[in-house]
């Protein structure tokens, strides 16, 4: 890892930019996985398994609003940032327009939210613990990580999420106490990211000189418009990501959910690596697009064929200790918990092949290409999982999840060599 990194800085500046915000986004991500790994053990001891699978149903259930008050706005916003960061008039208004266009698909998310918590039966048991859930949607509607991801300065944003998540683990520790204060994890969690969103915009405020600017609804309607393509792409992510733990709560007891929930947490602390190393790459793309395509192949395989070595030793770390890992999470044994991990841990690298595509269908605008094998292996997955998860619960939805990325990193990469042979990632680099 560390000749990987020197390797990076050596020479190049835009290397040495890559790196740090490699490692504040890695820092990022990584506090956001670790501080539920840290306090799952307390919250099984605390709630039991079947109240830990209540919360994960419900945030799995708030995502799906979250998803749409983001709009697509993580790839969509980077770029208009990262291309024009240099004028300051420019990043004001994009800051403003994306934040009131936000706010408004939130208002409209919180009408819908209140419509089905109230009209559908199941949600309705569980009302008071959805609406502490939803707290967590005005989190990633206010939280404005492409702003910086577009500027790629992410140092600000780390350590708040550090500072953040800390208050999080601690308030968890002090205050869940019972198995009636189950309601409260989620409310928790997001009452720290709210903390993280307004020390943000006073730091915003005071080093990018961001000021209020009122936004005609016209152009708010346009910027909505505009980002419809990877909106439903984004979604259809979510729904995918999301209906897993969905349809598996609407067929299995909380239980099963439950463990399900610390199987799929594991495992997305290899994947949280692979969102940093996307989010890192994608401003840098973006800025190349108009060189010689060469570059951009140069730049992924030098980046890319590293950064996969690390993935997939840590796959097999967690294959290999998977009895280990079961045995912190739930402080003690669990056969079938263990062998679920185990066929999880091949989800990361299936994964890490589809992003060079994605990098470059998003950098290059090709948005609908990329937006339609997304959305056709969510309703690949939509119709595996329905089955899959009825019959063989927790297998049949992990099953299912492997099935999906296959379908969505093979059709990626045939797509762009096919349909895209200009943007090919599989042609000899003249050196």
């Known amino acids: 890892m560390i000749p990987y990194l020197k390797g990076l800085v050596t020479g190049k500046l835009h290397r040495s930019v890559l790196v740090k915000n490699y490692l504040y986004l890695s820092m990022y991500q990584v506090i956001n996985f670790l501080a539920p790994i840290i306090i799952i053990p307390h919250i099984v001891k605390v709630l039991g398994i079947e109240k830990y699978g209540s919360v994960v149903f419900s945030y799995a259930f708030v995502t799906y609003f979250a998803i749409f008050t983001d709009y697509g706005f993580n790839l969509s916003a980077t770029r208009d940032i990262s291309i024009s960061r240099d004028d300051e008039v420019a990043v004001n208004h994009i800051f403003n327009r994306v934040i009131q266009s936000k706010l408004l698909l939130y208002c409209i998310a919180f009408i819908l939210f209140t419509v089905i918590v109230y009209i559908i039966p199941v949600f309705r048991k569980e009302l008071l613990l959805h609406y502490c859930s939803f707290i967590l949607v005005l989190t990633q509607t206010l939280l404005p990580i492409w702003f910086f991801q577009g500027l790629e300065d992410m140092r600000f944003i780390a350590m ?11 308030l968890i520790f002090i205050i869940v ?5 189950y309601i409260l994890v989620n409310l928790l ?5 709210l903390f993280s969103c307004v020390i943000c915009y006073i730091l915003i405020k005071k080093k990018y000189n961001i000021s209020y600017v009122r936004i005609p609804i016209k152009e708010i309607f346009k910027e909505i ?4 393509s990877l909106f439903i792409s984004g979604f259809a992510v979510s729904v995918y990501v999301n209906s897993n733990t969905f349809l598996l709560g609407m067929f299995a007891n909380r239980m099963t959910l439950g463990y399900y929930g610390i199987a799929e947490k594991v495992v997305l602390a290899v994947k949280q690596l692979l969102i940093v190393f996307s989010q890192v790459v994608y401003p840098y793309m973006c800025k190349i697009t108009n060189e010689p395509f060469d570059k951009t192949r140069r730049f992924l395989k030098t980046a890319f064929i590293p950064f996969a070595y690390i993935i997939i030793a840590s796959c097999i770390c967690i294959f290999l200790f998977s009895d280990y890992i079961v045995l912190y999470a739930i402080k003690g ?3 079938e918990l263990s062998n679920l991990l185990k066929l999880f841990s091949f989800l990361p690298i299936i994964v890490l092949f589809d992003i060079p595509a994605y990098q470059v269908l998003l950098a290059y605008n090709l948005r609908k290409a990329y937006s339609t094998i997304l959305i056709s292996g969510c309703v690949l997955n939509i119709l595996i999982n329905f089955v899959l998860s009825y019959y063989f619960k927790a297998w049949g939805t992990v099953t299912s999840v492997l099935i999906t990325e296959l379908y969505i990193t093979f059709g990626l990469n045939i797509l762009l060599h096919v349909k895209y042979p200009q943007y090919s990632l599989l042609k000899r680099i003249n050196k």
Not at 160 to 170: D, E, H, P, T, V
Not at 189 to 193: D, K, T, Y
Not at 225 to 228: A, I, P, Q
């Open 333 to 335: 044994k669990n056969v």
């Open 225 to 228: 418009k505009d980002g419809t």
């Open 177 to 181: 106490r019972t198995p009636e204060h």
């Open 189 to 193: 969690q997001g009452l720290g990211g």
């Open 160 to 170: 708040l999420n550090a500072i953040s998540k800390l208050c999080f683990i601690g």
